[in-house]
């Protein structure tokens, strides 16, 4: 055998043997469990545009990682089931169950739920969040203002870097411990240190602060109320002059030259790239609910004709970015992503609206 055709055969035969170990692991749990099968086809579906492919985090913005072993360690089912079912509405984390409007059913939230336990490598450590301790909250607070507030925001709302605190949905569910063990021990392989050298006293102080931080998220300001649009409703000033874009990077247009076309009645299509929930609780005027997992079904009603059709989301580019991807793959020719998301055109006072039959919780 001539040395090359040798050093080629013992790549290939160690090709073959770490697939055999690592791919028959994962072959094995999925064929084992059809709810963890059925749970990591969803998660692709609707989940990984955020939070990765394998569950790693952060493949857009601060979304966590979900398979994290220290996540995974506190993180137990009922956690997971409401984070999933209820999101955390006013952060990009939409509320996916059907109870909201989202497009998932209790089982399939619990197919999930089986998947991403199924990441788990440590035992999960089983907590009340209905049972509190006896910190001080006056010390938490100079505590975390003296440690926190870089990654998770003064008032624990949360930044680029690192997810929200204060949110009353996490807030609801999560136990002292599980908030205590993350201060601790950190979550290795993402950037939430560890601080073991805080006392007992410290850790017990910082989890009571935390729990003052429970803010009802503020409600959108939006005196409008618009139904579900039908197809006659697709196209916002149908008889408008076609509006002049700016784009940057030949992608995005801001919020200032969208409201001003708005203002200036051009034709337009603004499609909302959340789910139906998000779109329910605050869109921008006249948008459709177009979820970024739909696109095969919604793009077939779209109109080709050179009419000039945007997308948003909160993230601020994920959703919205996937969503005019797939349109300028499918060939339509006038399409841009509304640069900075629904929060800021929020912030910014131009017109938004609600679902007609929203229930504010
Ligand atoms: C558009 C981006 C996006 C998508 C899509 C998304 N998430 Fe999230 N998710 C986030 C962000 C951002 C957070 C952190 C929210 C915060 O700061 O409060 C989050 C938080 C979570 C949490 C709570 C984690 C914790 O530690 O409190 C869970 C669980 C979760 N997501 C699961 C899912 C599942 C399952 C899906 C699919 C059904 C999904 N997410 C889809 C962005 C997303
Ligand atoms: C350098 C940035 C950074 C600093 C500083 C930091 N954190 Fe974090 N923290 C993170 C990130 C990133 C995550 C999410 C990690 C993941 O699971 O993907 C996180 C997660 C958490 C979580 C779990 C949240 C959830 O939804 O599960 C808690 C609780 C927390 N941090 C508390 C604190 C406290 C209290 C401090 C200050 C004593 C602090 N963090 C300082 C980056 C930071």
Not at 66 to 81: I, Q, T, Y
Not at 199 to 224: C, E, K
Not at 305 to 321: K, M, N, Q, R, V
Not at 341 to 346: L, N
Request: aromatic share 8%; glycine share 8%.
């Amino acid at each position: 055998m001539s040395p090359r055709l040798r050093v080629v055969l013992v790549f290939l035969a160690s090709l073959v043997l770490a697939c055999a170990t690592g791919c028959r692991r994962r072959y094995v749990v999925h064929k084992q469990d059809p709810a963890v099968r059925e749970g990591r086809a969803l998660f692709l579906r609707y989940c990984a545009l955020c939070h990765g492919k394998e569950a790693q985090g952060y493949a857009a913005d601060h979304a966590n990682a979900l398979g994290n072993a220290d996540f995974l360690a506190v993180a137990g089912p009922e956690f997971l089931r409401a984070a999933i079912t209820d999101g955390h509405p006013g952060t990009p984390m939409s509320a996916w169950g059907k109870a909201h409007g989202g497009p998932l059913g209790p089982g399939e939230v619990d197919q999930i739920v089986a998947y991403l336990r199924s990441l788990a490598k440590k035992p999960l450590i089983k907590s009340d969040p209905t049972k509190r301790g006896s910190g001080d909250p006056r010390r938490g607070a100079i505590a975390y203002a003296k440690s926190c507030p870089l990654c998770h925001g003064i008032h624990g709302e949360g930044t680029n870097r690192a997810t929200s605190l204060a949110h009353p949905n996490f807030l609801r569910t999560v136990s002292d411990e599980y908030l205590r063990i993350t201060i601790v021990h950190g979550r290795v392989g993402t950037e939430m240190p560890g601080f073991n050298s805080f006392s007992s006293q410290t850790l017990d102080d910082l989890v009571a602060y935390l729990r003052t931080l429970d803010a009802p998220p503020t409600p959108p300001p939006s005196p409008l109320y618009e139904p579900p649009p039908g197809l006659d409703r697709l196209v916002i000033n149908p008889q408008g002059q076609k509006p002049v874009f700016t784009l940057r990077e030949g992608r995005y247009v801001s919020s200032a030259q969208v409201a001003q076309a708005l203002a200036d009645k051009r034709k337009l299509v603004i499609l909302d790239a959340r789910p139906t929930s998000d779109w329910s609780r605050n869109h921008i005027v006249g948008a459709l609910p177009f979820p970024f997992y739909d696109i095969e079904e919604m793009a077939k009603v779209l109109p080709k004709d050179g009419t000039f059709i945007l997308a948003y989301c909160a993230c601020p580019h994920a959703a919205s970015g996937h969503v005019v991807d797939e349109l300028r793959r499918r060939k339509f020719p006038a399409t841009a992503v509304i640069d900075e998301g629904i929060g800021f055109w929020t912030l910014k006072g131009y017109p938004v609206a609600q679902a007609a039959q929203l229930k504010i919780p």
